[in-house]
């Protein structure tokens, strides 16, 4: 179908509209002449509208004679039909093709260029070096080479990692910049931040404190980055001088067991406050402390309700304050119902309780190693309480600046001397 479209609109078609008192004998004249008809539509049962190839239309008048028909051209489509018509238009052909010429030259010059992706690096910097490597505006697009642009600016700025040059009538310059990975050497310790029982301890950097197994606190030093020399057994007048004690950045990884623990508890009878639906709306303005009624009962028709009020006052004016309030007071009724537990509703009530709490405490993404549901006794028959006990594996390290250390002559000595400096 669509290759028959093309194919038409390239030799040209007819849109023909065929009168007649039997139309249908003009369809089979044609088809039996081999003359092709597609997209019929009859519009009445004397008017018939068809397509046909326009080097078929001659053939057609001598069918429509037998057929007792006329036909009349409505429409002519297709590319013959629109050179044709063009041939008398040759300042419009010209213009469009002097158009279509002056576009394609405009575009063959590099206009602007632009950077992208720089945070350090000065994108004027960039524009520099990329214009002593021929991209700048005004040159032709065609005479630069993006890869050889690219490969420059990765030479000259020493901060480039990498660089995508896209040259076109407003070039891109595409900036990715070296991460420059930072180095502590700030003395410290590392403690944790957590209570806990060490699971795995890799030290990196620094001299452990603590081994696997030994119970921590909060606060407590596990790898220490004040690295003492070893104690020599025996002192001799010709032993050398001991090294100086080192201070260095303690690095290391410390995963711990953590526990954390949530109570839950629900009552076996308790009264519960269930919503009627029904609501009553007071609205009144109060006057200093008069209160006029507006809309609603003076008094709240329900027993037991619930009470939400809105107060609105009107600003103040050139230090002029109005004693006026809009109140609204809406009351919607509830009722209390005594609810009766089994034993093992009231411990699934208390259960998810807990649940929901643990979920509030546990810190996002941890894996858990271990669950633990136990009942405690309230001491009241009507309440059941449980305690959730979840044990956990983190990592607890975390770094702490060393303090200054006040030395011998009363001055302070802070230990942040670099790593390997020796006593001189």
Known sequence: MVLRSFWAYMLGYLILVVRGEHPERFINLALTRGVLLWDLVRV?????????????????????RRARCRIRIRSKRGLPFLIHRLRRRRMLVGGGVLFCLLVYFLCSFVWTVNVVGTRRVSPALVKRMA????????????????????????????????????????????IVERVVPKRENTPCDIIANKDGMIENLLVLSG???????????RGDVIISGTIRPPVPEAKSANAPQSPAIRY??????????????????????????????????????????????????????????????????????????????????????????RLHRSDDEALRLATQQA???????????????????????????????????VE??????ISRKLQPKQGRDGSNQPEQTLEGIDRG
Request: with cysteine; charged share 30%; net charge positive.
């Open 392 to 397: 956990t594996l983190e990592d607890i390290g």
């Open 207 to 217: 001299s452990p404190r603590v081994k696997e197994g030994d119970i921590v606190k």
């Open 248 to 337: 260095v950045a303690a690095k290391g990884i410390v995963r711990a067991r953590i526990w954390y623990r949530c109570y839950g508890e629900a009552f076996r009878s308790e009264l519960e406050e269930l919503k009627t639906g029904r609501v009553t709306r007071i609205i009144c303005i109060k006057v200093d402390q008069k209160e006029i009624i507006i809309k609603g009962p003076r008094e709240i028709p329900y027993r037991f309700y619930k009470l939400k009020v809105r107060r609105l006052k009107i600003p103040e004016w050139r230090d002029i304050t109005f004693p006026v309030e809009f109140v609204t007071i809406e009351a919607e009724e509830i009722r209390r119902v």
């Open 355 to 389: 649940c929901r709490k643990m979920a509030q405490r546990l810190p996002a993404g941890v894996p858990v190693v271990r669950r633990y549901l136990k009942l405690v006794d309230a001491g009241d028959a009507n309440l059941v309480r449980v305690v959730l006990t």
């Open 131 to 174: 214009a002593a490597a021929g991209l700048r505006p005004g040159v032709l697009r065609y005479q630069v080479s993006g890869r050889n642009v690219a490969d420059y600016l990765m030479q000259q700025i020493p901060g480039v990692a990498f660089a995508e040059v896209d040259v076109r009538a407003r070039s891109r310059i595409k």
């Open 44 to 64: 009445d049962s004397e008017v018939l509208l068809v397509k046909v190839y326009a080097r078929s239309f001659r053939s057609l008048r001598h069918i429509a």
